[in-house]
């Protein structure tokens, strides 16, 4: 089913100053680590702001890494509600046949809402042990791990505990997350398009893999900030969104650096707690923000290995353009705003779109890792050269597997599928090739750069996968009928 559009409003109508969403457009594109590609702004249920930067597109559905657990709690929430999940059942009590194997009573005692809430009483993250101990059922894994602590008394950010919570929602319910979800919450939101990563056992992961619109991130947020209520329908108690957005565990160090992060003000099921509101949030800048004070909503999706300097620069020019009365209309910020917003776009790379010196040199050039090693994408090869009907192709070898990138002028060359790609680059020198490729159902940009001179090439994540086998698998998952 297509989205229903949120209500719009210039921002002025719901007391949002234009200018503060400007000051916070800039000081992102002026952040070198910062790679923004949308924002979504709501305000007393209207949508006052939206942009995309080019070439990534309101419709396009992106992973949004751990940000899917703050839907795997929504997910849970229903379940609770339903009456067939209780967060104070042990966690064994949903796995009867690990009952045997599980004999270490702090296991034995591990609840529902305390793998819900990061508590399971480890004190690091567990998976890739939970993975080795028990490959087909992880949960498993996870439970013959003895906790450090007993259950509810320690924070541990483990994504075992929430594939543990996605297993437990998925048994009992009998349907996929994605499946579960649709008829409660992505068809009553209007949400679109998702896909949901799942694993060898056929299961949604539920820790990440979520590929979903800016959209949906926006309107999650605002389900939450209007307490489980959307358009006058009650769709989750307003008891679970109190549970969910309360931290359950301190999270707090102590030190004047952790009072100023946002990631030590406390936790709660699956969502964090913030100096101000609180957030779903998923690796380089996937945010779900919501703001009960200011009555908003800040959805984005970017590039970023500095999430804190991200939420530094939200706090910094978009709460102060939350005001508590409607501006004078007409005003001339909210139309330059407008305008802004619907000319965003990343930077092309900048390079000439033909070789500077003869173009034969680089017909059917092969180039091999520089060091004899990539250090940016190991698994890759070997990049090859050649010139094509429409313009030079760049083809990255990954052992058999092939990757062709096609560059076409100087701006970024779209490729819908079956991995959509955008590409730019071009020759930056003499005898130097320069090409960018971002994987647009993902965070994720790479850089390759070829030397003439030495046949050597190197290759550069601006943000690394985290779950990526190759090239070919940055995509969203095609989802089982």
């Not at 800048?285 to 909503?297: K, M, N, S, T």
Request: with cysteine.
């Amino acid at each position: 089913m297509s989205a229903r559009p949120l209500p719009v409003s210039p921002p002025a109508e719901q007391g949002v100053d234009a200018s503060g969403i400007a000051a916070f457009l800039d000081a992102v594109e002026a952040a070198p680590d910062i790679e923004p590609h949308s924002l979504v702004i709501l305000r007393h249920g209207h949508l006052v702001a939206s942009g995309w930067w080019a070439p990534y597109t309101p419709e396009r559905i992106q992973l949004l890494y751990s940000l899917s657990k703050s839907f795997t709690s929504t997910a849970a929430g229903f379940a609770v509600a339903e009456g067939l999940l209780d967060l104070d059942d042990p966690v064994i009590s949903y796995f009867p046949e690990f009952e045997a194997d599980i004999t270490d009573p702090r296991s034995r005692a591990m609840l529902v809402r305390h793998v819900a809430a990061m508590a399971s009483g480890h004190l690091t993250d567990t998976w890739t042990d939970a993975v080795r101990l028990d490959r087909k059922e992880t949960v498993r894994g996870f439970l013959l791990i003895p906790p450090d602590r007993d259950p509810g008394t320690v924070f541990a950010y483990n994504q075992s505990a929430t594939y543990t919570l996605a297993a437990i929602v998925q048994r009992v319910t009998g349907l996929s997350l994605t499946a579960y979800l649709r008829p409660r919450l992505f068809d009553p939101l209007g949400i679109g398009e998702t896909a949901w990563t799942r694993n060898r056992a056929g299961r949604e992961i539920g820790f990440s893999g979520l590929h979903a619109a800016t959209d949906a991130i926006a309107r999650l947020g605002q389900l939450y900030l209007r307490e489980g209520v959307w358009e006058g329908r009650r769709l989750l108690p307003a008891s679970w969104i109190a549970e969910a957005s309360r931290a359950h565990v301190a999270n707090a160090d102590g030190t004047p650096e952790g009072a100023r992060s946002d990631w030590q003000q406390g936790y709660g099921l699956q969502f964090w707690r913030a100096r101000h509101g609180y957030r779903g949030d998923g690796a380089y800048g996937q945010f779900c923000v919501v703001l009960p004070e200011h009555d908003a909503v800040i959805a984005t999706t970017a590039a970023t290995d500095r999430m804190q300097e991200l939420l530094d620069l939200m706090w910094r020019h978009l709460l102060p353009a939350f005001g508590t009365a409607p501006l004078p209309a007409g005003g001339e910020a909210d139309g330059a705003l407008r305008r802004r917003l619907d000319r965003l776009a990343l930077p092309p790379v900048e390079a000439s779109p033909e070789p500077p010196g003869p173009a034969d040199a680089w017909s059917d050039a092969v180039f091999v890792p520089d060091g004899g090693v990539c250090a940016g994408h190991r698994a890759l090869t070997e990049v090859v050269v050649t010139e094509g009907d429409k313009g030079p192709l760049v083809t990255l070898v990954e052992g058999d597997r092939r990757f062709e990138l096609r560059l076409a002028g100087t701006g970024w060359t779209v490729d819908p599928g079956p991995t959509p790609t955008a590409v730019s680059g071009g020759w930056t020198g003499p005898g130097t090739l320069r090409v960018d490729v971002l994987f647009l159902e993902t965070p994720h940009r790479m850089t390759v750069t070829c030397s003439l001179p030495d046949r050597t090439f190197t290759a550069r994540w601006h943000t690394t996968p985290l779950q990526a086998s190759s090239l070919a698998s940055l995509h969203a998952p095609s989802q089982p009928s």
